[in-house]
T-cell receptor, first 110, second 117 residues
Framework: AQSVSQHNHHVILSEAASLELGCNYS??????LFWYVQYPGQHLQLLLK??????LVKGIKGFEAEFIKSKFSFNLRKPSVQWSDTAEYFC????????FGTGTRLQVFP | KAGVTQTPRYLIKTRGQQVTLSCSPI?????VSWYQQTPGQGLQFLFE???????NKGNFPGRFSGRQFSNSRSEMNVSTLELGDSALYLC????????????????FGPGTRLTVL
């Protein structure tokens, strides 16, 4: 069955630290990959997406993700986090429907 | 442009009752998808409607059903509620131009928090 694994359930960082959130998926066919973010009290919103082409994709607010097909991975990165990045982050695989990872709660302390 | 709206925002029901949740998509969007979010199972896809027809469905029992109206508004119904149905139910809309949810960015609403006692 198709699935998405996010290895970090809860990450705590200080401002200016670097961030990398792991995501692996299991699906043998062509996939579209997304990271969604849910800020406290707000709706889920799209952070970035990969459909094809350059495997390094850039999203909003300085986030980027790299698609490594051989590793079935789509890790999210940011060189320097801010307090306002505190949120829950979901890795999502789109086959014929969206399959969400369990989410990673990121807390950034000033 | 107004976002996706869901009503009601909060709902308390008892076991055995039924419930109907409503979702109004972004203007011009023809696809509406529903998701269930729980602490244990995370976000799970329920079904997708496009032009009043169910186009895709997840692995939920038949107690969960939905429909879409000609104005693209959608309702989700859960019959014979169980304690385990307590969850945040999210609705997402997209243009739905492709044959499935592929290639269509989905915009999420705030959700309806259902509590079953």
């Amino acid at each position: 069955a198709q699935s998405v694994s996010q290895h970090n359930h809860h990450v705590i960082l200080s401002e200016a630290a670097s961030l990398e959130l792991g995501c692996n998926y299991s699906y043998g066919g062509t996939v579209n990959l997304f990271w969604y973010v849910q800020y406290p009290g707000q709706h889920l919103q799209l952070l970035l997406k990969y459909f094809s082409g350059d495997p390094l994709v850039k999203g909003i607010k300085g986030f980027e993700a790299e698609f490594i097909k051989s590793k079935f991975s789509f890790n999210l990165r940011k060189p320097s986090v801010q307090w306002s990045d505190t949120a829950e982050y979901f890795c999502v695989v789109n086959t014929d429907k969206l399959i969400f990872g369990t989410g990673t709660r990121l807390q950034v302390f000033p | 442009k107004a976002g996706v709206t869901q009503t009601p925002r909060y709902l308390i029901k008892t076991r055995g009752q039924q419930v109907t949740l409503s979702c109004s998509p972004i203007s011009g969007h023809r696809s509406v998808s529903w998701y269930q979010q729980t602490p244990g199972q995370g976000l799970q896809f329920l079904f997708e409607y496009f032009s009043e027809t169910q186009r895709n469905k997840g692995n939920f029992p038949g107690r969960f059903s939905g429909r879409q109206f000609s104005n693209s508004r959608s309702e989700m119904n859960v019959s014979t509620l169980e304690l385990g149905d307590s969850a945040l139910y999210l609705c997402a809309s997209s243009r739905g131009l492709a044959a499935s949810t592929s290639y269509n960015e989905q915009f999420f609403g705030p959700g309806t928090r259902l509590t079953v006692l």
